[in-house]
Every structure is written in C-alpha cells, then in structure tokens.
Nanobody, 115 residues
Framework: QVQLVESGGGLVQPGGSLRLSCLAS????????MAWHRQAPGKQREWVAS???????NYAGSVTGRFTVSRDNTNNTLYLQMNNLKPEDTAVYYC?????????WGEGTLVTVSS
C-alpha cells in the first residue's frame, strides 16, 4: 500500500533553516509528481511546492526564493529545504502524491518558527 512518512520538522528561530524529508513506498516513486503542502493552526491546508518526475519544480509565491523541493529517486525520498524561515511558515507539513483518482497523504511533520 502507499505510504508517505515525513520527518525533519522541529522548532527553529526566524531566519533559520530546516530540511524536511518524505520517504515514499508502495508506488513507482520516480514516475510521479510529488508535492508538499502545509496547514497552519486554524487555516486550510495549502499547496507549497511540487516536483515532477522530470524534476521540474513549482512553488507557491509565499515560499519562492526561500524553499527548494528536490527528490532522490534512488532512495524514494522527497525533500523540502526551507531557508530564511518566518513565523508565518509555522505549520504541519505534508507530502502527497496523486495516483489514479486519489491523493495520498503522509501524517505530517510539525515546523514551528519562533524566537
């Protein structure tokens, strides 16, 4: 079955950096577009970044220039490098994949940006 397991979240000061990882299994990772989303307290889940099977990337305007999405097809792992973090980046971050007719989600990893 499809499994997505995020890791790498934590508490970081404003201006700091974190690298999130998402280990995928149960599907052909290298052949699918992967995405990161986030959900801040009291807000709806929002898309953050995507990377296609050809490694083409797209970003939400709020993170462009600060976040970088990448993938390691050998190890079935998706990454999100987050630099110059701001308090408004505080959220649970989820990786996802759309297969056939359904979107699969991980359990998420919490990122807290605070001094």
């Amino acid at each position: 079955q499809v499994q997505l397991v995020e890791s790498g979240g934590g508490l970081v000061q404003p201006g700091g950096s974190l690298r999130l990882s998402c280990l995928a299994s149960g599907f052909i990772f290298r052949g699918n577009t992967m995405a990161w989303h986030r959900q801040a307290p009291g807000k709806q889940r929002e898309w953050v970044a995507s990377i296609t099977s050809e490694a083409a990337t797209n970003y939400a305007g709020s993170v462009t220039g600060r976040f970088t999405v990448s993938r390691d097809n050998t190890n079935n792992t998706l990454y999100l490098q987050m630099n110059n973090l701001k308090p408004e980046d505080t959220a649970v971050y989820y990786c996802s994949v759309f297969l056939r007719t359904k979107t699969f989600w991980g359990e998420g990893t919490l990122v807290t940006v605070s001094s």
